[in-house]
Every structure is written in C-alpha cells, then in structure tokens.
C-alpha cells in the first residue's frame, strides 16, 4: 500500500528533497497535502504534478492565485494558518513531515499527534520549545516521531536494534559552519553573504545561520534530549568539518556506533518516511579513499555563544527553550534584513532571557504567551541597536 504524505513546508530545502524522493518512489508513496507559507508559484507547480487531495497557502494574499490555478485539477485550497489544524488531521493521511521554519510547526504538529499521525520530524523547534509537551502527547496517542535531521536520524539509526541497553551518552556531530576557527574579531564584520556560504550543506537561510553561529547545534542538543530521553551531560557536541559521520552513540560498554555517508538530507528524509524498511536509492556513495582524513575538535563555545546558551536553558528547562527560540527567531531575521551585526544575534537572546519571565512547568497557553511575549521584547531591543 501506498504511504500517505502531507508535508508542511513543501517549498522549502526539506520539503522539495522530500519530493524528490516521492518521486524516486512513486509506488512507496502519494502526496496528500502541500502546504507552503509565501511561495505560491512553486506551491502550484507542485500541486501539478503530484496532485494532492488538499493544498494550503499560508500567506492569505497568494490564495487567489493558488486557487484559480488549480482550479481544473479538483484539488481543495485553502490559506491561513489556522487552516493547517483540519489539515493535518485528516483520514487520508499516514505520516506527517514537519518541514516548516521555526516555531509555526509547533501548532499543526500539536493536532496531527491528536489526530494519531506519525511525524517525519524536521521541524526541530517544535520540540525545542515544547518538548516535554510533544513527546507526552506522542506517548499518550501512539504516535511515533521519525527525526529527519542528519545528526538525529543517525542516532535514530545508530540505536536500531539496541533496545534495553543503555546509552552511555550521544556525540552530535557539527561541521563547524562557515566561520570556524574565527575569532570575535573577524565575526563581528561578517556579511549576511558570507553567513549564508555553508561549507557542506545546501539549507535554507534561516538555517544556515543558524549553523554558521553554532545556534543549530544548540537547537539540535535540546531536540536530542526530547527524542532520546537523555540528561544534558549526556550529550556531547564534537566540529567535524568534513560531515561525514553524521553522529554517534556511545554504549555503556564503551563501544560505539555511528552512522556515515556523504552529506545529502534525502537519506534521511526518505528513512524517516519509509520506517523500518530502507529503500534502494540512487544516491552518491561515500568512497574512503576520497577523504583519507576525518578530523575533530572542540567547538568554541567562547566565541559561538550561542551553543553554550543552549545547554545553560537545557539545564534550566522551564520555557526557557522557548524563550532562546523566539529570540534567536527574531534575531535571524533582522540579521538577514542587514538590521544588526553578526554577533548582536547573541546578545538579543541573552537580554532576551534576561527579561521574560521564567515558567517552570508551562501549559501550551504559556508557550503561546512566552513566544509572543519574546519576540515583542526581541524587536525592542533590535530597535535600540539599529
């Protein structure tokens, strides 16, 4: 039987990998629902070809277009945000992929764990700022989550098999990002056009600096905590610039595995989706003679705060998670619209912290509150340095 998809955010670097593998599987998989949030003329090309029942365009302005393109193919559009709860919870769907940016996945994935849908995790923020939240509902409704980062599917993979032995901790691996090895000095002048130059992966903006100031990594080690039930001593970051082994465990007797390929996230993407089973794929193959050397250091956590910010609210935990995402959320963007510095991104998330109130046990309520509450706060202080 055909699996059914919705993927939320099929526009963006996720989502249209995603498709490629869809259609690389033709006869494993048919596409449900497409959403996008402003990119209505991929949206529509998309719907095109793969023809799912339902489409939703976030950015209510575009509705008028998306719907009288695809009037003649029988497909149900609808825009908005809110019209992503119905969505998802729909009787023709199997699995869910979260690929939408930031803390807009947290919502949908709320209702499609309800409604009893596995999830294709790729939204990270989702558990960053809800985690304990999620993975209650995720235990309470049988739902499982398939984690499509690189560094989490491959502990995801890499514990395959291992059930009742004990994780003595994990090892995430990270590239490093455009600015390793570089001083204070040299970042507080860096562009937006080199932010965006990421040395291995091809991701979206947001992303990319998130890389290129460690702040994905922190993201990614609080995501970890959630999936994997871990303590924060348990989780370790190493800087792999050639991103190879994607991550690794370390078992309580000392050995280790880890799982390593080049780096492509539709390896991932398509795991993730066709859980257990892996598909044969056409993808390149990794050749050992091509990188006779795999090295590995320490990152900076002096210069790229931002990765130490991360383990300091893990530790806290609270809605403190919550707090660095919006913040961080806020900060990027103004980063990219050439508002403040490189740096200022972590100064706003640490003034940020500093001034909203800390909930120890948050109810979804304070979740909503807390981001809105940070991102008003966030946009004051950018003001001040603009």
Request: overall charge negative; charged content about 20%.
């Amino acid at each position: 039987m055909l699996k059914r998809i919705a993927i939320l955010g099929s526009t963006g670097s996720i989502g249209t990998q995603a498709l490629d593998v869809v259609r690389a599987n033709s006869d494993r998989f048919s596409v449900q629902v497409l959403t996008a949030q402003d990119n209505a003329a991929l949206l529509v090309e998309q719907a095109a070809e793969f023809r799912p029942g339902t489409v939703v365009i976030g950015n209510e302005a575009h509705f008028d277009f998306v719907k009288s393109s695809l009037a003649t193919l029988g497909i149900q559009v609808y825009a908005g945000a809110q019209a992503l709860v119905p969505v998802v919870e729909g009787d023709d769907i199997d699995i869910v992929l979260t690929a939408m940016v930031g803390y807009a996945g947290l919502l949908p994935t709320i209702h499609a764990i309800k409604a009893g849908k596995d999830i294709a995790l790729a939204n990270k923020e989702t558990l960053v700022v809800a985690g304990q939240l999620i993975t209650d509902l995720a235990r309470l409704h049988n739902v499982k989550i398939y984690p499509v980062d690189s560094e989490h599917s491959a502990i995801f993979q890499c514990l395959t098999g291992e059930d009742g032995n004990p994780i003595e901790k994990i090892i995430l691996t990270a590239s490093g990002g455009p600015f390793r090895g570089k001083d204070k000095a040299f970042l507080s002048n860096v562009t937006k056009q080199q932010a965006l130059k990421h040395p291995n992966w091809s991701m979206g903006a947001k992303i990319t600096i998130d890389s290129a100031t460690l702040m994905n990594k922190g993201l990614e080690v609080i995501e970890a905590k959630w999936l994997f039930d871990l303590a924060p001593e348990q989780i370790e970051v190493v800087v792999h610039p050639q991103s190879i082994i994607h991550s690794l465990v370390q078992f309580e007797d000392g050995s280790m595995k880890a799982q390593m390929g080049l780096p492509d996230m539709k390896l991932p993407i398509q795991y993730a989706l066709h859980y257990p089973q892996r598909l044969k794929s056409g993808f390149p193959r990794f050749n050992f003679l091509d990188y006779p050397a795999l090295t590995f250091e320490m990152p900076d956590l002096e210069t790229f705060r931002n990765l130490a910010i991360a383990y300091d609210v893990l530790r806290k935990g609270g809605n403190a998670a919550c707090i660095i995402n919006a913040a961080n959320e806020i900060a990027v963007e103004a980063f990219l619209g050439e508002r403040i510095r490189f740096l200022d991104i972590s100064d706003v998330i640490v003034e940020s912290l500093a001034r909203i109130d800390f909930i120890l046990n948050p109810s979804y309520s304070d979740y909503v509150e807390t981001n809105e509450a940070t991102r008003r706060i966030a946009s004051e202080l950018i003001q001040v340095k603009v």
